[in-house]
């Protein structure tokens, strides 16, 4: 085996190699910029972190979850054929528009 080959002298530029992982760690616990906290900082920390780590999820997100979850459970509705019927009534000029059921689903919805 070559120096090249040996797992130990291979560089960091390989980043999944444990030579890199262990380059890595010296370098931090060598850099002046990384520090632990103090004991009493973990404490107030921790105690922090107890307090304000905590998400409330309102009712209405709940409910919209909920409805989310029965939706994607409905089966598809194919309405295809629905459309090509209605499409071939328009095209030869058959389609009746229901004018009071066009009116009350419009007034149905403003209000």
Known sequence: MSSIDAPN????????SKN????????LEKSPYLKRNEASR??????F???????????AVKDFG????????APDIDNS????RLKQQINAGTYKVD???????????EY
């Open 9 to 16: 002298n291979r560089s960091a530029f390989f980043p999944k």
């Open 20 to 27: 890199a992982d262990l380059q890595r760690s010296k370098a």
């Open 42 to 47: 973990k404490n107030e920390l921790d105690q």
């Open 49 to 59: 972190a107890k307090r304000d780590a905590k998400v409330d999820i309102g009712d």
């Open 66 to 73: 909920r409805i989310k979850t029965a939706v994607d459970k």
């Open 81 to 84: 054929d629905k459309i090509a």
């Open 99 to 109: 004018y009071e059921g066009l009116a009350d689903k419009i007034l149905a919805s």
